[in-house]
C-alpha cells in the first residue's frame, strides 16, 4: 500500500510525502514528514494503514492548532478513502491520495492531480502579515475537472465516484464591510471559526471580536450562525444568536459592533 500527502498551494506548494505503513506529521525532527510552520505542533497527526480495517486512517495527535479532514476538525481517528483535503490549524491545505485505490506506484503519483487538473483556490483578501489566513480550497470542485494524462504509456486516472457528477456548486464569501478595509473570506465545507485567535479561519483583528467568538457552518450549501460565548455577541440582523441559527445570503451578520455580509455565488 501507499499514499501521498502533498501541497499545491501557498507558501508550502511543492511539498509531497509519501506514506507507506505510517507516518507522523509535525515540527520535530523526528516526524517521518516534517513540516517547519509556526502552526504545526511537534508532533501534530499521524496517517496510518489499518491492516485489519483496510485503508488508511488519520489521527490528530493532541495538536495545539487541530486538523480538518474535507472542513470538519478530526476528533479521534478518522478513516481515509481515495482523496481528501487535510488542513492543519485551518491555514496549511494539503491532498491526501491513497495511490492504492489507482494502482499506481509512488514513482508515477504526480499523474494524480496535475497543476491544470486543479482549480485556481479562491483568493482570500484578508490575509494578514503572519500568514495564518492562507488559502482555503474546496476539494469538491475536483469533480467538475477529468484527468488528462500527457505521459505516454501512464494510466488515465479516474476523477473518484465521490466527486463525480456536474452538481451546481454554490460558493460563500463573508464580506466585512465597515472597517477602515474591506475584507472578504471564502467560506470552506465544514466549520469556520471567526475571531481574533491566530488558529482561526476567519481571522479579524478588531477589539469587537473575541478570540473564538463565533462559528459558521457549511455544510450542504446551507449556512448556519452560532456563537461561541463572545463577549459582544453575534447578530444576524437585529436578532441575536442563541443557538444555531441558518443564515440566508445577503443576511447582515454583526459580531459586535462589527458588521459582514454573506454572499452567495452559483457556479
Known amino acids: 500500500m501507499s499514499a501521498k ?11 509531497s510525502f509519501i506514506i507507506d505503513q505510517e507516518a507522523q506529521i509535525g515540527r520535530s525532527k523526528s516526524s517521518e514528514i516534517q513540516i517547519s510552520h509556526p502552526v504545526i505542533s511537534g ?13 488508511y486512517m488519520i489521527e490528530d495527535l493532541g495538536s495545539r492548532n487541530g486538523t480538518w479532514l474535507d472542513g470538519t476538525k478530526i476528533v479521534g481517528t478518522e478513516r481515509l478513502d481515495r482523496l ?9 491545505v494539503y491532498f491526501f ?3 492504492s485505490h489507482y494502482g499506481l506506484e509512488p514513482a508515477t503519483g504526480d499523474l494524480l492531480v496535475d497543476r ?5 483556490t479562491p483568493k482570500n483578501k484578508a490575509t494578514t502579515d503572519d500568514g495564518m ?9 475536483l469533480g467538475n475537472y477529468k484527468k488528462k494524462s500527457t505521459q505516454k504509456g501512464l494510466p488515465v486516472v479516474p476523477v473518484p465516484e465521490m466527486f463525480a457528477g456536474k452538481k451546481e456548486v454554490v460558493t460563500y464569501t463573508l464580506a466585512v464591510t465597515n472597517l477602515k478595509k474591506r475584507l472578504e473570506f471564502p467560506l470552506v465545507e465544514g466549520e469556520n471559526v471567526v ?17 473564538r467568538h463565533a462559528m459558521l457552518t457549511l455544510r450542504d450549501g446551507v449556512v448556519k450562525v452560532r456563537d461561541l460565548g463572545s463577549t459582544n455577541k453575534t447578530f444576524i440582523g437585529q436578532s441575536q444568536v442563541e443557538s ?4 440566508a445570503p445577503k443576511s447582515l451578520i454583526r459580531f459586535g459592533k462589527v458588521e459582514a455580509m454573506l454572499m452567495a455565488k452559483k457556479g
Open 97 to 99: 491520495q491513497d495511490l
Open 84 to 92: 481528501h483535503t487535510v488542513r492543519f490549524s485551518g491555514s496549511l
Open 195 to 211: 475571531g481574533r485567535a491566530m488558529d482561526v479561519q476567519i481571522r479579524i483583528d478588531d477589539s469587537e471580536i473575541s478570540r
Open 43 to 55: 508532533a501534530h497527526a499521524r496517517i496510518f494503514y489499518d491492516d485489519r480495517k483496510g485503508h
Open 133 to 141: 489566513s492562507g488559502p482555503q480550497f474546496d476539494i469538491r470542485a
Open 244 to 247: 444555531e441559527e441558518e443564515c
Open 5 to 15: 500527502l502533498f501541497c499545491k498551494f501557498g507558501d508550502r506548494k511543492g511539498d
Open 116 to 120: 491544470e487538473d486543479v482549480p485556481e
